[in-house]
């Protein structure tokens, strides 16, 4: 079990970059795969990106492919989103997720037992 906490969202205007940070607690972090997820109000929580162990491979949403940059600190038990070029569409309170799995599909936010409580993204036109 990891324990998640996000901190780095805000109100930015449309073009601005924000850096979302995930602190963890707990054991083996660097044995989980940390996800983020994105949700808005009376929506589906959404995936964002997923990284590996290692930080060897990642994975992004369409919608976010170029402009949005997912890393992992294992020595400080750290995760980070990089969001650039920001746009209304991106608003959405957004939750890093841990999970141990070993295989499966790690798009599925049913995969991930760990959670953080989020951090609003505002986004302004």
């Known amino acids: 079990q990891v324990q998640l906490t996000e901190s780095g969202g805000g109100l930015v205007q449309a073009g601005d970059s924000l850096r979302l940070s995930c602190a963890a607690s707990?054991?083996?972090?660097?044995?989980?795969?940390i996800g983020w997820f994105r949700e808005v109000p009376g929506g589906e929580r959404e995936f964002v990106a997923w990284?590996?162990?290692?930080?060897?491979?990642?994975r992004y949403a369409d919608s976010v492919k170029g402009r949005f940059t997912i890393s992992r600190d294992n020595a400080n038990d750290m995760g980070y989103l990089q969001m650039t070029n920001l746009n209304v569409e991106d608003t959405a309170v957004y939750y890093c997720a841990a999970t141990a799995t070993i295989g499966g599909n790690w798009l599925d936010s049913m995969l991930y037992e760990n959670w953080g409580h989020g951090t609003q993204v505002t986004v302004s036109s």
């Open positions: 707990g054991r083996y972090f660097s044995r989980h795969i």
């Open positions: 990284i590996s162990w290692d930080g060897g491979s990642t």
